[in-house]
């Protein structure tokens, strides 16, 4: 549904009435219910056939509401103010008192928070009273969706409300950092860590393949097209689907474009897409070029390294 005051008011009917629906984000699609109910929120963990042990980042508007259900510190307040609304979550320590259902969290003591950076999702963030529940709008395991028609492509009837505000600007999921006791980078994401290194002026820990998997988002089979991916090809096969990041003169129907010209932004932006034309136009492989590892390319690669591991 496109945003006007009469959708906003049936996605906030559906919501209060314990239901889920997918909304827009900056990074990408969320699957989003009531935070503080456990109907509401086991129905995500349902819809996306998702472990109850992944626990779900909640959603914010504001900042009073937050600490609500959270012991904010330092650290954090500095990246709120440069950052938020925006690409970032954070893992912060959840108070005793709060009221956000322990589905949410797999009963741990910790929750991951983030403020959205999109016009629709911040109305109706204000316009409810409680806080979303919200995962990447996708099947576990597969594509997330940056578009509404994408997420009508996981879900199919199964949704039974889709607010569309667009294609997302980022294109990649939030950069995820706890905050718990040494500031630890969980997942590369929208965000680049050196632009958080120059905010936090401290060391920065990068965990984002441990032995003991704290957030499945680094579990290597993640972020899927469903067909063998393979990286940092030269030369690919006859008949594999071509993804490259800028456009080349050689002509050929199997070659896919990331960006325009060479623009790393642009093509986070468009992976997650580009991958899910190539699926749907029925390639039995893809071979993707090697994308140079600064920036956000480092974020588009660690995608593409756990994609490839199918
Ligand atoms: O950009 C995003 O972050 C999108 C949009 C919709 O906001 N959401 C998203 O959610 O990517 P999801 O559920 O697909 O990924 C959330 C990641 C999971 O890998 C989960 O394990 C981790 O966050 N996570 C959630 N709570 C955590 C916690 N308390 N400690 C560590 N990791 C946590
Ligand atoms: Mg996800």
Redesign the pocket.
Known sequence: MNFNQSNMKKAKKYLDNKECIA?P?E?????AANAYSSVAVKKIYNLKK?PKS????V?YAKLSDLKKDCFINNDFLKLYKKFCPG?I?F?LKLKKNSKISKLV?NN?K???V?F?NHKILKKLLNFLNYPLA?????ITTSL?AVKASDVKEEFGKKINYILDGGKSRIG???T?I?LIKIPKI??L??LEISKIKKVLKKKIYININPQKK??????SLHYSPGIPLRIKINKPKINEAYVLLKKKKIYSPHYYYLSKNNNLKEAAKNLYSCLRKIKNKGYKSIAVEKIPNVGIGKSINDRLKRASKF
Do not use: F
């Not at 990074?27 to 699957?31: A, D, E, I, S, W």
């Not at 704290?214 to 579990?219: L, N, W, Y």
């Open positions: 909304v984000t990074t990408v699609y969320g699957l998702r992944n626990p779900l980042i959603h690409p979550t893992i969290t741990n910790t929750l991951a983030r959205p919200a995962p990447s709008a996708n997330s990649l999921e939030s995820i706890s969980l997942r994401g929208g704290i957030a499945p988002g680094q579990s």
